[in-house]
């Protein structure tokens, strides 16, 4: 019956007179249904050893936590009582809680906690009293009248002492809290504030740092009697903090009234009256309902961020007023740039002083004033300038020596009894990582700091450690980035070190490179740091630049909209109907140029059709959570049985890596981390941590905690990637009618067996029989994770330890998966919401054979492309640290460290050819002197970032005959079919023109047929409220169109389109033609513009996956390189892109297909006019021309030939685009739109 069964010896421990008797009254009283449990195995010595050092390990745990959360150690007397049990005993808790107790409170309340602390406390004393009168009694002579304990009485006693504290302490905090709030600035302001909101639809609330403004104002406005009020926060801590305080501030009077919403979880219920809410959850709430019935009040905060979604948010709230007049809007802000918001929204503004203590600002430059500030030409010109940019900063390596002299100083100066915390503001995660390094040696020898870390990327229980209280004498050292600035607000910080940095994130159009880049900070965001030290007492803050810098700061940031791609935004105004994202109410608008980008990028992805209106494909990528590219592979990927590998692909390239930073003398972890890479890619090694993270999860033979420490893996991301798989395979479900689930569910004999042994035990309605042991883990594991979540939601601060700022250490003491106690929230919620096991099964890679991963590698391409890179020629002669790559836009990229190719290049490098034979001439060239190389495989990567220079992020490497002619958006073919030029960029070489031509026709079939199956399932995307889908949209989906049958509303209308066409175009009379382009042709169109007759009537997804595989798997001897211009003549025997030759040469077999003739003059006036008129009829069936005033159109003369107008969109690329300009030809007279390259080469070849 004990805790504790054995002793430490591993003999059997007796059972007590009390413990016996408290057990035949159990018996008693179920009835004897405690006797029908199952008896434990006996165990032996060893056995019984183990289980004592277990239980052992758990109470000292325990211990500990108790006394980290400032609880008293919890104190049995009359021998250990069952684990479980309750402290005040079994009868006492039927009195109390059972069944009509006469507690007031039951056990899931947040009162039965307390009463169990107050309880233990109770019984010390208690039996401290029994035992005086006790010895009282003996020396009396009396002994058998001293008092014995009565389980029942003394519950009860402590009952009524503990409503008698319980009030006397709602009392005492009410009156503090009321003096707490009554000293806030904004309190005088409460009733303007209430009136001002009653008589404006909008109001502009500009409070400085500390005047209460995030608390106060949705409590006065719920006291002024509005009952529906949302607060947006731009981050999730944020939305915790803030529910989590107005809960307190309120002493939880009003309940689950308050609450807070973010994504994957929250505590909204219908009682809630204030809602604090990421601004990204309130936008899913507008698309799912563009009214907004559920709020009369929305208020924004921290409106001068500045963020893309909040800017967004501002224009969507905008449009809501002319549809809502019963609508309030707030906005609020530390810092508000008045004059903008104001004339937005012609809304009043209320001013609030802020409480701020005075803060001493000392300028500390660390190095030479940054030019880029300081220099007047470079002044003036951002001062007259109409686009805001900014001010990039100076590279320099961080160096801790200043922050540890402050730290020294500190020490020095400050008493240690004076609290007073530090906060250090820095650029970006890296330089957080690298600066902890270098302070937590000093931390560590002088024992009087602690450093912790405050960044996004942390999971909540670290980020909540920044509110703990340190021990005595010990500071807290916070290394945060800009999210301290106005998001969270921390008790005790008296010192601020303000380095000036942030890193921003920008983007390259021309090269499609995104940016993460130091810039200086504005003179706002340098004021909220300062603030931040003045908040309880008087402050200092350390500058780590000159005053004349500070002065030449932006006054204000630049926006996030005016620096980052536009298409997710782009792609949710069309999704909520908002009409022309051109035509959108931007607060501040971006670049037309930007807008347009966008939108081209959007049309090459398939999401947008030609008239730029929504597909079927965008409207499922505008209600993926996730980047646009990874949702057209996760749609793309369901004609494949692979989609719970596809899913957790695609959830794990959304979330930050799980690889944490290990340093270089953690030998163990990084070879325990090696033993989890790929050599297909990144993505095939995060979807192997995945699968072995959840076989230790199904196992239990070790703590899943434990094993990331071992393998330096951060486990909150795993979870967030369990939440989002979950989340993309309902949305699957939803939209495309098909589950990941259900995809890889095994329907063997084995497994329907082990389906029927799990549900043996339960009952009619499927729950567990209480006496199953897999029923009390689950029921255990319920009262701990409510226990946890209502303690994070007390709010009550922790106390630090000085090991909280240490790293953790592989090879800890193991602990099981099964100890409950000891498992976090996050993992409570995995266990209580999903079966390892299962999930285990259906994401095992051990299950995937090489068609499988290689099939995966083209669906993973399938929605990255264009992302292609190709290894430099002469990587073979490199170093490792050396190996450079070239994408399309982009020339000498490097490899990023964290990828499996940056440690293993062998695996890219490209294979040497042999040199070219020296002509008869004798003269050499660089061909004949240099080895020639080539590649068969080339690598797809997710994003191209430029930190200190450009890498490729997540690469796999994928085969590339079947990526260049399954996804190129356009395809050249020379006269012999042996070489295609794909995309203007890449060079493929067949050494066989039989063996190349089948290679084109089966490639072109299988990517029809491809589009066609995606097309289907398209067809069950349900539309938003009121939105009504065209019979006459069309959609790119893998670069090749898709007809209007794949968009039908139903058979009738699908059919009546199709009759409405001509037949098929007849190429018979084209001699010129090889049978083959004829082929791709014919299937082009019986696949596309038919909709789907012949070859293509019955075939299904199986079909073609199974067909997809034969193709990877085919053995062709083909050679891949980058396409040198100088070459094109030898291997079309012309110049095939002069203006005449395309005029004369070229046959446009497809939108993505070109084929030239041997004959560069064959193709005369007469049969270009009859091509041009079958090929454009067919492309503008399927491709509507734009209608939009908007669309992108150059004034040419009808002379413009077919060739250029018709590929000058398919082959397009984003890059191109962005590039291209008006150029007006003086010999010709006619305007065409090229690159630079394009225009040198039309001057070139211009006959006038």
């Not at 290394?479 to 890193?503: H, M, P, Q």
């Not at 239990?700 to 967030?720: D, F, I, M, P, T």
């Not at 490792?880 to 982009?890: D, L, R, Y």
């Not at 073919?973 to 067949?990: A, E």
């Amino acid at each position: 019956m004990g805790e504790l069964r054995y002793n430490i010896d591993g003999t059997l421990r007796q059972e007590t007179e009390r413990e016996a008797a408290e057990r035949e009254q159990w018996d008693r009283r179920r009835g004897g249904r405690w006797q029908q449990r199952p008896e434990k195995p006996k165990l032996s010595k060893e056995e019984a050893l183990a289980e004592a050092r277990k239980a052992i390990l758990i109470e000292n745990r325990d211990k500990r936590e108790q006394g980290r959360s400032g609880e008293e150690p919890e104190l049995r007397s009359g021998g250990r009582r069952e684990r479980g049990a309750p402290v005040w005993g079994w009868e006492a808790d039927r009195v109390l809680f059972g069944r009509g107790g006469e507690a007031p409170f039951r056990r899931e309340d947040p009162e039965y906690d307390e009463f169990r602390d107050f309880f233990l406390k109770f019984t010390v004393m208690r039996e401290k009293k029994l035992k005086a009168d006790e010895v009282a009694a003996i020396k009396s002579g009396n002994p058998h009248q001293a008092p014995k304990r009565d389980e029942i009485a003394d519950s009860r006693h402590a009952l009524v002492l503990f409503a008698d504290f319980q009030e006397r302490k709602r009392e005492q905090l009410k009156t503090k809290i009321e003096s707490d709030r009554a000293a806030l600035p904004i309190k005088p302001l409460q009733e303007k504030i209430s009136e001002t909101v009653r008589d404006n639809r909008v109001v502009l609330i500009a409070a400085d740092t500390g005047a209460g403004k995030s608390t106060q104002v949705p409590q006065y406005l719920l006291a002024a009697g509005f009952d529906r009020i949302a607060c947006t926060q731009p981050r999730r801590i944020a939305c915790y903090s803030l529910a989590r305080r107005v809960s307190y501030e309120s002493m939880n009077m009003y309940g689950s009234e308050i609450a807070y919403q973010v994504r994957f979880e929250g505590t909204k219920t219908t009682k809630t009256k204030i809602l604090f809410l990421t601004e990204g959850v309130l936008l899913r709430q507008f698309a799912s309902d563009p009214q907004l019935p559920m709020y009369n009040v929305i208020i924004v905060d921290e409106v001068h961020e500045r963020h893309m979604t909040g800017d967004f948010l501002l224009g969507v709230l905008k449009r809501l007023l002319s549809h809502r007049e019963d609508i309030r809007v707030i906005l609020m802000s530390a810092t508000i740039n008045a004059k903008l918001f104001s004339e937005y929204f012609n809304a009043p503004i209320i001013e609030v002083p802020g409480r701020m203590y005075p803060v001493t600002i000392e300028y500390l430059p660390i190095e030479e004033e940054d030019r880029n500030l300081v220099d007047d030409r470079l002044y003036n010109e951002r001062m007259e300038a109409e686009v805001r940019q900014s001010i990039p900063a100076r590279p320099t390596k961080l160096d801790a020596a200043p922050y540890l002299r402050i730290m020294e100083k500190i020490d020095q100066v400050v008493p240690d009894h004076e609290r007073g915390d530090m906060l250090i503001f820095v650029s970006g995660i890296n330089e957080i990582s690298l600066l902890a390094d270098e302070l937590k040696g000093y931390a560590n020898y002088t024992k009087k700091w602690i450093i912790l870390l405050l960044h996004s990327s942390l999971s909540v229980t670290e980020q909540e450690k920044v509110f703990d209280v340190p021990p005595a004498g010990v500071r807290k050292c916070i290394l945060s980035t800009n999210i301290a600035e106005t998001s969270v607000t921390i008790d005790g910080v008296r010192f601020i070190i303000d380095s000036g940095k942030v890193k921003e994130m920008g983007f390259d159009p021309a090269a499609n490179l995104s940016r993460l880049s130091e810039f200086w900070i504005s003179q706002s965001s340098a004021k909220q740091r300062a603030g931040r030290a003045g908040r309880t007492g008087p402050g200092e803050c350390y500058r780590f630049y000159s005053k004349k810098e500070y002065d030449r700061l932006n006054e204000f940031p630049v926006p996030e909209i005016l620096r980052m791609p536009l298409e997710p935004l782009l792609l949710q105004i069309l999704a909520y109907g908002l009409g022309d994202p051109r035509d959108f109410d931007f607060i501040e608008r971006p670049a037309d140029a930007n807008i347009s980008f966008s939108i081209m990028r959007l049309q090459d992805l398939g999401a947008l059709d030609r008239k730029e209106a929504l597909t079927a494909l965008g409207r499922v990528l505008a209600m993926l959570p996730l980047d646009v590219v990874l949702g057209k592979m996760l749609i793309l990927g369901s004609i494949c049985d692979l989609v719970d590998a596809i899913v957790v692909i695609a959830a794990a390239l959304s979330v930050q890596s799980p690889f944490i930073r290990v340093p270089e003398h953690k030998v163990d972890i990084l070879e325990n981390r090696r033993s989890l890479q790929s050599d297909h890619g990144d993505p095939f090694t995060l979807l192997n941590v995945f699968s072995e993270w959840l076989r230790v999860k199904a196992a239990r033979e070790e703590s899943s905690r434990n094993w990331c420490k071992r393998h330096g893996v951060e486990e909150q991301r795993l979870y967030e990637m369990v939440k989002l798989k979950k989340q993309f395979e309902g949305v699957l479900q939803d939209y495309l009618r098909m589950s990941a689930s259900s995809a890889g569910e095994d329907d063997s004999e084995e497994a329907i067996g082990r389906k029927r042994k799990q549900y043996e035990d339960r009952d009619d309605k499927g729950r567990l029989n209480w006496r199953d042991p897999e029923y009390q883990r689950r029921r255990e594991q319920r009262r701990m994770l409510e226990r946890r979540k209502r303690l994070q939601s007390s709010g009550k601060r922790k106390m630090l330890r000085m090991e909280e700022s240490e790293g953790f250490e592989a090879g800890e003491q193991d602990e099981p998966e099964d100890d409950i106690a000891d498992m976090s929230v996050d993992a409570l919620e995995f266990s209580l919401k999903h079966d390892a096991r299962e999930l285990f099964q259906r994401s095992d890679v051990g299950n995937l054979t090489e068609r499988d991963v290689n099939l995966l590698k083209l669906v993973v391409c399938s929605g990255l492309y264009p992302h292609l890179a190709v290894p430099d020629e002469a990587n073979h002669v490199r170093r490792a640290t050396e190996q450079v790559f070239h994408t399309k836009g982009k020339r000498f990229v490097a490899m990023h460290p964290t990828s499996i190719f940056a440690s293993k290049p062998e695996l890219v490098q490209p294979k040497v050819q042999g040199t070219i034979p020296v002509p008869e001439d004798g003269k050499e060239t660089l061909a004949t002197l240099h080895a020639r190389t080539h590649v068969t495989e080339m690598l797809c990567y997710l994003e191209l970032l430029e930190t200190t220079k450009p890498y490729l992020m997540n690469v796999l490497r994928v085969p590339a005959l079947s990526a260049c002619l399954l996804f190129g958006r356009s395809i050249d073919i020379s006269p012999d079919t042996m070489h295609v030029v794909v995309d203007d960029w890449l060079h493929l070489n067949f050494h066989d023109p039989h063996v190349a031509q089948r290679v084109l026709v089966l490639a072109n079939f299988l990517r029809v047929a491809w589009d066609m199956i995606v097309g289907r399932k398209l067809e069950n995307v349900r539309l938003f409220k009121n939105a009504v889908l065209s019979s006459k949209d069309a959609t790119e989906v893998v670069g090749t169109a898709l007809g209007d049958s794949a968009l039908q509303e139903d058979e009738t209308s699908g059919q009546s389109a199709r009759h409405s066409r001509r037949g098929r175009t007849d190429w018979a009379k084209f001699d010129f033609l090889p049978s083959a382009i004829k082929r791709m042709r014919r299937d082009w169109e019986d696949g596309t513009i038919l909709g789907g007759i012949g070859a293509f009537a019955d075939i299904g997804a199986e079909d073609v996956s199974a067909q997809l595989g034969d193709f990877l798997d085919l053995d062709v001897s083909f050679t891949a390189e980058r396409l040198k211009m100088q070459e094109v003549s030898q291997m079309f025997g012309y110049d095939s892109y002069t203006p005449e030759t395309l005029k004369q040469a070229s046959v446009q077999v497809t939108p993505y297909l070109r084929y030239f003739a041997a004959n560069p003059k064959i193709v005369t006036r007469k049969m270009r006019k009859l091509l041009y008129e079958e090929v454009v009829d067919d492309m503008q069936t399927e491709h509507p021309e734009p209608a939009s005033d908007h669309a992108k159109e150059l004034p040419v003369e009808p002379s413009v030939d077919m060739a250029e107008k018709t590929t000058e969109e398919p082959s397009s690329q984003s890059a191109q685009d962005a590039a291209r300009k008006t150029f007006e030809c003086s010999k010709c007279g006619r305007t065409f739109l090229f690159t630079p390259v394009e225009t040198l080469r039309h001057r070139r070849n211009c006959p006038g």
